[in-house]
């Protein structure tokens, strides 16, 4: 939740998913064992991982998300 509202407080919008039973095929798809995680999934780069906080707020304020 951290992450979230750090998220908002930026006013940067992206997709988010919290493990839960539903979610847990994307998340064993992504290998996600630790949270906060970004994937950033672009047609042309396939799905980049972004893991902890500090690096996640970087790249988002990098490519003015």
């Known amino acids: 939740m951290v992450i979230k509202n750090k998220l908002k407080d930026l ?3 992206v997709d988010t ?3 839960s039973p539903e ?3 994307f998340f064993d798809k992504h ?3 630790s949270v906060p995680r970004l994937l950033v999934e672009d ?3 396939g799905v980049s991982i972004i893991q ?6 970087a790249a988002l ?5």
């Open 52 to 57: 902890g906080y500090d690096d996640i707020i």
């Open 61 to 65: 304020k990098e490519k003015d998300v």
């Open 43 to 45: 047609d042309e780069n």
């Open 17 to 19: 998913k919290e493990y």
């Open 31 to 33: 290998n996600v064992k």
């Open 23 to 25: 979610n847990k095929e």
């Open 11 to 13: 006013k940067i919008e």
